[in-house]
Structures are given as structure tokens and as C-alpha cells.
């Protein structure tokens, strides 16, 4: 048994050699046939010839002498306009134009109804400013609207006087109320109405006076009273305020 494995040993490494070699000889073979292959087959180049650049192509020329016909299925017509009956557009102009006419026409009359309001207005202020600018002859400090005004007033005093239960005829105090800018006016007005009898005193504030008469009810007597003592208020650049009385029963 141990003379029989080397030789099987042996007998292997010569089987395992000629197949080796075998192998070898095949890749020969197969290199030589592919060789073979290559050099028959020759290598293919595609070559393009190169383009020739373009030349500018020559503009075609005409006779300007030349004249061409174009001939027209048929000849082109104008529209006609001379329908007698107006558009639609010219219906709407005409009723704008219209509206614009009526309405000028209502506004200029409204603007001269309006333009103699004013003119009536303004103669009336005029009429007005005159008639209070416009003094009394008898007290040339007073306007004529001042003394109207002071009629009335003493009126309803009378008036109120007499609703109250007062007797006219019963003499009792009559205050009357002035007042000034300044001492100088004052103290001028005082000697003024002291010499026509007349009692002064103090008023609430600094320059204003209370000016006492004992008198009746008696509407010409107590008119011209409170007219001369206005007057003279304002002579001396002051105002009459007004005058007031106790009820006498």
C-alpha cells in the first residue's frame, strides 16, 4: 500500500500537466484565429468633404419703369351718405345739443333771479346801515335806530310794570345804568348830569355809574330822561346799559 500511493501520486501530476498543456495550445489556437480576424477587416473612416461657403444671393432688380396691372374682380365703390333720414348719432348730437341749450337758458335765468336777490339784499343792508348811521336831531350822540329802540323798550317795561299790580302815577327811585372805558370820561359825564340834577353813585365795577331820579311812571317824562342820559353816555365815549324800578303799589 505505500509503494502504490506515490505512484498514484505521480500519475496524477503527469494527467494534471498534459491537461495544462492542452489548455495552452487552445489559447494559442484561439489568439492565432483572432489575429487572423483583425487583419482582414480593414479600418473604416468617415471622411466629410468640407461645404463651400454661400454666396450672397444677388438681389433681384426691377424696372421701376415698369408698371404693373392688377386686375379687380370688380371696382371698389364709396359708401354713400346722402340718406335722407339722421342717423342714431346724429339724433343723440342733436339731443345733447338741445339739453345744452335748455339748461344755459334755465341757468342765466336762475343767475339774474338770483343776481336781483342780491341787488334787493344789498339796498336793503344799505338802506339799513344809513338809517342807523343817519342821528337824531334832538340827541346828536344817538342814531335814530337807538332812540326807536329805547321807545320800545321803555314801552314794555311799562307793560310788565303794569301787569305786576304797579301804580303809575306813584313817584319812586328810577335807576338808570352807564359805564365807561376809563376814569377821565367818567368823572366828565358825572359833572355833566349832576348839574342837571341828577343823584350818581357807584356801580359794580370800576367805571360804571348808576344814575337816580325820583319820578313817576310817566312814558314822555321817563323817555326823555333815559334819552338824555344815553346821549350823554356817549358823548364821553361810554354806553347806556339800561334802567330798571321797584314795583309801587
Same mark, same amino acid.
Given at each position: 500500500?505505500?509503494?502504490?500511493?506515490?505512484?498514484?501520486?505521480?500519475?496524477?501530476?503527469?494527467?494534471?500537466?498534459?491537461?495544462?498543456?492542452?489548455?495552452?495550445?487552445?489559447?494559442?489556437?484561439?489568439?492565432? $484565429?483572432?489575429? =487572423?480576424? %483583425?487583419?482582414?477587416?480593414?479600418?473604416?473612416?468617415? +471622411? /466629410?468633404? @468640407?461645404?463651400?461657403?454661400?454666396?450672397?444671393?444677388?438681389?433681384?432688380?426691377?424696372?421701376?419703369?415698369?408698371?404693373?396691372?392688377?386686375?379687380?374682380?370688380?371696382?371698389?365703390?364709396?359708401?354713400?351718405?346722402?340718406?335722407?333720414?339722421?342717423?342714431?348719432?346724429?339724433?343723440?348730437?342733436?339731443?345733447?345739443?338741445?339739453?345744452?341749450?335748455?339748461?344755459?337758458?334755465?341757468?342765466?335765468?336762475?343767475?339774474?333771479?338770483?343776481?336781483?336777490?342780491?341787488?334787493?339784499?344789498?339796498?336793503?343792508?344799505?338802506?339799513?346801515?344809513?338809517?342807523?348811521?343817519?342821528?337824531?336831531?334832538?340827541?346828536?350822540?344817538?342814531?335814530?335806530?337807538?332812540?326807536?329802540?329805547?321807545?320800545?323798550?321803555?314801552? $314794555?317795561?311799562? =307793560?310788565? %310794570?303794569?301787569?305786576?299790580?304797579?301804580?303809575?302815577? +306813584? /313817584?319812586? @327811585?328810577?335807576?338808570?345804568?352807564?359805564?365807561?372805558?376809563?376814569?377821565?370820561?367818567?368823572?366828565?359825564?358825572?359833572?355833566?348830569?349832576?348839574?342837571?340834577?341828577?343823584?350818581?353813585?357807584?356801580?359794580?365795577?370800576?367805571?360804571?355809574?348808576?344814575?337816580?331820579?325820583?319820578?313817576?311812571?310817566?312814558?314822555?317824562?321817563?323817555?326823555?330822561?333815559?334819552?338824555?342820559?344815553?346821549?350823554?353816555?356817549?358823548?364821553?365815549?361810554?354806553?347806556?346799559?339800561?334802567?330798571?324800578?321797584?314795583?309801587?303799589?
Amino acid at each position: 500500500m505505500k509503494k502504490l500511493i506515490p505512484a498514484l501520486a505521480v500519475l496524477g501530476s503527469a494527467v494534471a500537466f498534459a491537461v495544462y498543456k492542452m489548455r495552452k495550445e487552445e489559447q494559442k489556437q484561439l489568439l492565432a $484565429e483572432l489575429d =487572423e480576424d %483583425l487583419l482582414e477587416e480593414e479600418p473604416q473612416f468617415h +471622411h /466629410e468633404e @468640407p461645404k463651400s461657403p454661400e454666396l450672397p444671393k444677388e438681389e433681384p432688380t426691377y424696372d421701376t419703369n415698369q408698371s404693373i396691372d392688377i386686375p379687380f374682380a370688380k371696382p371698389l365703390e364709396r359708401p354713400s351718405f346722402t340718406s335722407e333720414e339722421p342717423t342714431a348719432t346724429e339724433t343723440v348730437m342733436e339731443d345733447i345739443q338741445q339739453l345744452f341749450k335748455e339748461t344755459a337758458e334755465e341757468a342765466e335765468t336762475k343767475f339774474q333771479a338770483a343776481e336781483e336777490k342780491v341787488q334787493e339784499f344789498a339796498e336793503d343792508v344799505k338802506d339799513a346801515f344809513h338809517e342807523e348811521e343817519t342821528y337824531n336831531e334832538d340827541y346828536p350822540h344817538l342814531t335814530n335806530r337807538m332812540v326807536d329802540d329805547i321807545n320800545v323798550m321803555v314801552r $314794555e317795561a311799562i =307793560e310788565k %310794570l303794569a301787569k305786576d299790580g304797579d301804580v303809575h302815577e +306813584h /313817584e319812586r @327811585p328810577v335807576q338808570h345804568m352807564v359805564s365807561f372805558h376809563n376814569k377821565e370820561d367818567m368823572e366828565a359825564f358825572k359833572s355833566r348830569v349832576i348839574n342837571k340834577g341828577f343823584v350818581i353813585t357807584k356801580g359794580e365795577n370800576e367805571f360804571d355809574l348808576v344814575v337816580l331820579h325820583i319820578s313817576a311812571i310817566d312814558e314822555v317824562k321817563l323817555i326823555n330822561h333815559i334819552l338824555y342820559i344815553a346821549d350823554q353816555a356817549y358823548a364821553f365815549n361810554g354806553e347806556y346799559q339800561g334802567w330798571q324800578s321797584k314795583v309801587s303799589f
